[in-house]
């Protein structure tokens, strides 16, 4: 089973502070990505990195940046946290070359709360 | 521009009947749909797919139909079960190659009532 962990389930910062969110798979996937959930918004795509070094923005990348270093290993970085990213983050990769090629599978989140 | 959507966002159903969740959406080129359920204080986990060449597939408890004529997309469970209370989300793919992603629905809150 393809496994994505993300390094806290629970995260409280401060305004101002810069923030490491990060997220492994081990199913040796190309593509991962970094989402954000907020009630009644969905799913919004911030970054994505097709591969190692590689990176694109999303929807919302603004406040955002991010860092992949190692195939799989994605990070999310919050340069200077402010109250409007306190939101649910979630962590996804997929494999653009296997037979499920758009199948994106899911980290448990990280719930961000900046004060 | 491009949206997923649902009729409603909130479902409730007596346990062992049928539930059917609703999605629409607008973008005639995506040819990738995807059904994900996402319990309370966990990441949303993979249901079902359907390509655009195909109009229904099966899975175990589920059923995908696929409208392209109106753009529509449904995920029927069968027997629902308390265990299927959910947010269940649509997603449709865009981009090429290997910068495919998917585009998210705000998703529809399944309850199963005893």
């Known amino acids: 089973d393809v496994k994505v962990t993300q390094s806290s389930r629970y995260l409280v910062k401060r305004t101002g502070e810069k923030v490491f969110l990060e997220c492994v798979q081990d199913?040796?996937?190309?593509?991962m990505f970094w989402y954000r959930q907020d009630p009644g918004l969905g799913l919004r795509l911030i970054y994505f990195?097709?591969?190692?070094?590689?990176?694109e923005k999303g929807d919302i990348p603004e406040g955002y940046s991010v860092s992949r270093e190692k195939k799989e290993r994605f990070s999310l970085i919050l340069e200077s946290a402010s109250t409007n990213q306190t939101s649910m983050y979630l962590c996804?990769?997929?494999?653009?070359?296997?037979?499920?090629?758009?199948?994106?599978?899911f980290g448990p989140g990280t719930r961000l709360t900046v004060l | 521009g491009e949206s997923v959507g649902l009729h409603l966002p909130t479902l409730s159903v007596q346990e062992g009947d049928n539930s059917i969740i609703n999605c629409a959406y607008s973008n005639s080129a995506s040819d990738y749909f995807i059904w994900y359920k996402q319990e309370s204080g966990k990441g949303p986990q993979f249901i079902i797919d359907?390509?655009?060449?195909?109009d229904k597939r099966q899975g175990q408890r589920v059923t995908v139909l696929l409208n392209k004529t109106v753009k529509h997309l449904s995920l029927q469970i069968a027997a629902t079960q308390p265990g299927d209370s959910a947010v269940y989300f649509c997603a449709e793919n865009k981009g090429a190659g290997s910068a495919r992603q998917l585009t998210f629905g705000s998703g529809t809150q399944l309850t199963v009532l005893p």
């Open positions: 199913m040796d996937h190309e593509n």
């Open positions: 359907i390509r655009s060449n195909m």
């Open positions: 990195s097709y591969d190692v070094k590689m990176k």
């Open positions: 996804a990769s997929s494999d653009p070359g296997g037979p499920l090629t758009d199948t994106q599978y």
